[in-house]
Every structure is written in C-alpha cells, then in structure tokens.
C-alpha cells in the first residue's frame, strides 16, 4: 500500500474534513462563512455544507480554496483523500481483507 494509505488506514479516529480546517482558518482571519462563498466564488449554502463535512472538496473547490489561501489545491485534495480513504475502508474492511494481492 502506499504511504497515505497506510497512514490513513491506521488511525484509530476519522481524519479531519477539510472543513474543520477551513472553518478554522475563517476564525482566525475574522471572515464570516458568507464574504468566503463570496470570495470562492460558491454559494453560501456550499460553504457551510464544506464545513459542517456534509459534501467533499472536489477538484474545483480544491482550486478555489488553493487560490483563496495562497496554499495551492494539493493539500485540500489530500486533505479529502484522507478521509475519503478512512470512510471507504471502515465501511468496506471485510472486503478488502478478501482481496488478494498479486504483488
């Protein structure tokens, strides 16, 4: 398996959605989560279902994000990788035990 994956795979609790990380970036630059849909260029209603973790950073929210911050879209997809990988393996772990490895 990869790195991230192994990573990933073995913690114990779920990784952090990269909206926890928005929302505490919006804390500490003091801007509310409108004037941020503002700034992305995304509604409202999208930044807050970021945040609350109820969707997932696409590759065009990743972009938005990268440039809004100054980060780049890389961390943001990662950051959803993670959790991505973490939710598809506690849902899925019997079935992946039953894959064979041809390496």
């Known amino acids: 398996m990869h790195e991230i994956e192994n990573l990933t795979l073995n913690r114990p609790a779920r990784p952090a959605h ?3 990380v928005i929302a505490d970036i919006l804390d500490d630059l003091q801007i509310n989560r409108a004037d941020f849909a503002q700034i992305i260029g995304v509604s409202t209603g999208m930044v807050n279902d970021i945040i609350e973790g109820r969707i997932p950073v696409t590759a065009d929210l990743a972009i938005r994000l990268g440039k ?3 980060n780049g879209p890389r961390l943001w997809l990662n950051l959803q990788q993670k959790v991505d990988i973490w939710d ?3 849902a899925n772990r019997e079935k992946y035990e ?3 490895s041809l390496v």
């Open 88 to 90: 598809a393996f506690q």
């Open 68 to 70: 809004a911050f100054g």
């Open 98 to 100: 039953e894959v064979i």
């Open 18 to 20: 990269p909206g926890e």
